[in-house]
């Protein structure tokens, strides 16, 4: 393959998969308690050019671009008073714990609701853990104890679907809860849309790089094909 054919095409990959990671930040961005996406890029590789008559050294040339990782951003987001009874929200340190059919999950996103048995579940019907790790029961009026909540310190956290995380649990966190509040998403909107425009116009170099390549190699194939004896 023509080497900056290669280099182009790779840049584009890369920025798919970071117009995703974007796209999928600006669709949560009012989402209780979700954490954003962040992507770093680096060299796929470099080649060292030298003169091939004198043998004196030209310099690198990369080889394109990937995606290096992609990690959540873990900052706490501001917290928003809502006055419902079953809404929490974790000033500082720490995450809910969620017991799903997929194992134990961790969470920032408060947006809690009684099940009919009265125990305090999240909005996809899993029972959210207290601080002994068994379900958390509403008091004989149908209020929360928020001390009775799970608040968990989580190592190496990652993320699983776009709310929950998993990793190492490292025992109760330094978080207290608050009641009638939800943290809000800490992905801007302002910040993703600048990132998306800026992603696209790098997708558009490549592709610009790849029909200007292009438009090269088909001329110099009919130079070539006009040529007597070719």
Known sequence: MERGLYIAATGMVAEQVRQDQIAND????????????????????????SNTVT???????????EIDRIYTDTTEAPVRDTGEPTDFAI???????????????????????????GTLIDGMGNQVLGRNGGPVRARPDGTI?????????????????????????????QGTVRVGALEASNASPS????????????????????????????????????????
Request: proline letters at 5%; glycine letters at 14%; hydrophobic letters at 35%.
């Open 26 to 49: 600006l669709a949560n961005a009012s989402t209780p308690g979700y954490k954003a996406d962040k992507s770093t890029q680096r060299s796929f590789g470099d080649m060292l050019l």
């Open 191 to 230: 910040r993703s849309m600048v990132d998306m425009i800026a992603s696209f116009r790098a997708y558009e170099a490549g592709q610009r790089v790849i029909r200007t390549i292009d438009s090269t190699l088909q001329k110099a194939a009919n130079t070539v094909a006009s040529k007597p004896g070719a």
């Open 91 to 117: 000033v500082g340190q720490g995450w809910f714990g969620v017991q799903t059919p997929q194992g134990l999950r961790y969470t920032r996103n408060g947006q809690f609701q009684l099940s009919p048995q």
């Open 55 to 65: 043998g004196q050294v030209v310099g690198p040339l990369g080889m394109g671009a």
């Open 145 to 173: 104890d928020p001390t009775q909540l799970g608040v968990f310190t989580v190592a190496n956290a990652r993320k699983v679907g776009d709310n929950y995380v998993t990793g190492a649990a490292g025992g109760q966190a």
